[in-house]
């Protein structure tokens, strides 16, 4: 079982930054995948970025060039730093691992732009 904890949400204006926070109960060296999603109300949930254990990261091309993704194995921990934010960015973001057959979710960290 691992239990994911996000923080860092918050209001922001439009072109400014935010860092989120993935915090895991466990050592997230063995676990292969870790990602960020995000789910607007009526959506369905989507990749933002995901990084796997080796480093490789992968992000949707919405945020590509503004966002950036890494992993503190040593303080099982996770950030997704956000830059040129964009009203569009408004919705709640969830953190991901994927260890075996298993995906575990956060609660979730609502992040919204807006002047």
């Known amino acids: 079982q691992v239990q994911l904890v996000e923080s860092g949400g918050g209001l922001v204006q439009p072109g400014g930054s935010l860092r989120l926070s993935c915090a895991a109960s466990?050592?997230?060296?063995?676990?292969?995948?870790m990602g960020w999603y995000r789910q607007a109300p009526g959506k369905q949930r989507d990749l933002v970025a995901s990084?796997?254990?080796?480093?490789?990261?992968n992000y949707a091309d919405s945020v590509k060039g503004r966002f950036t993704i890494s992993r503190d194995n040593a303080k099982n921990t996770m950030h997704l730093q956000m830059n040129s934010l964009k009203p569009e960015d408004t919705t709640v973001y969830y953190c991901?691992?994927?260890?075996?057959?298993?995906?575990?979710w956060g609660r979730g960290t609502q992040v919204t732009v807006s002047s």
């Open positions: 991901n691992a994927r260890l075996g057959p298993n995906s575990y």
């Open positions: 466990t050592n997230i060296a063995g676990i292969g995948v």
């Open positions: 990084v796997t254990s080796g480093g490789s990261t």
